[in-house]
């Protein structure tokens, strides 16, 4: 089993910064591509930014110049620098990997439980 676990999260006036961290654990061989995710209310669940395990990195029109994604290999964590933060950026944030289990396995995809982003004054 895999457990993908967020941490960060939290109430952050607007123009102010978080750093949101997500810990992939458990029966891991390889993982691939790792990212986040967010689910405003009332919207759909949208592609923030992604990282594949060679450090490349894909952005969200939306927060291109004010996020950054990050991972750490040897931990198996996966970062997101937020800084210039806008009320809309509100959601809960889902990270996600990409991995196999063993050698022998196929691809799936395993995601985080979330974590709760509040920018407001």
């Known amino acids: 089993q895999v457990q993908l676990v967020e941490s960060g999260g939290g109430l952050v006036q607007p123009g102010g910064s978080l750093r949101l961290s997500c810990a992939a654990s458990g029966s891991i061989f390889s993982i691939y591509d790792m990212g986040w995710y967010r689910q405003a209310p009332g919207k759909e669940r949208e592609l923030v930014a992604a990282i594949t395990s060679g450090g490349s990195a894909n952005y969200a029109d939306s927060v291109k110049g004010r996020f950054s994604i990050s991972r750490d290999n040897a931990k198996n964590t996966v970062y997101l620098q937020m800084n210039s933060l806008k009320p809309e950026d509100t959601a809960v944030y889902y990270c996600?990997?990409?991995?196999?289990?063993?050698?022998?396995?196929?691809?799936?995809?395993?995601w985080g439980k979330g974590t709760l982003v509040t920018v407001s004054s």
């Open positions: 996600n990997a990409d991995l196999k289990n063993s050698y022998r396995d196929y691809t799936r995809r395993y």
